[in-house]
């Protein structure tokens, strides 16, 4: 059997007619809902925690001799938070 046009135009309306119909339901499950892609969130985050972490070391009362020696270290970070979890 030989696929017309036609029989292929009505097979596109059909899927964009449900493409339509799926895009205005609600959505459910873990999938990502606001389209952001973690690759445009991720460096963003984390240079919000980098400068939070600063701000909150150098706020802090006291402590004058620690942070004269101790700097944030990253890597370091990194290892602590693995050890704990």
Same mark, same amino acid.
């Given at each position: 059997?030989?696929?017309?046009?036609?029989?292929?135009?009505?097979?596109?309306?059909?899927?964009?007619?449900?493409?339509?119909?799926?895009?205005?339901?609600?959505? =459910?499950? $873990?999938? $990502?809902?606001?389209?952001?892609?973690?690759?445009?969130?991720? $460096?963003?985050?984390?240079?919000?925690?980098?400068?939070?972490?600063?701000?909150?070391?150098?706020?802090? $009362?006291?402590?004058?001799?620690?942070?004269?020696?101790?700097?944030?270290?990253?890597?370091?970070?990194?290892?602590?938070?693995?050890? =704990?979890?």
């Amino acid at each position: 059997m030989v696929d017309t046009g036609a029989r292929r135009r009505g097979r596109q309306r059909k899927a964009d007619l449900l493409a339509k119909a799926g895009a205005s339901m609600s959505l =459910v499950g $873990p999938e $990502p809902y606001c389209g952001i892609t973690k690759r445009k969130w991720e $460096p963003k985050i984390s240079a919000w925690e980098a400068k939070s972490k600063a701000s909150y070391w150098n706020d802090t $009362p006291g402590k004058r001799q620690a942070k004269l020696f101790i700097k944030y270290s990253k890597k370091r970070a990194s290892e602590l938070v693995l050890v =704990v979890t």
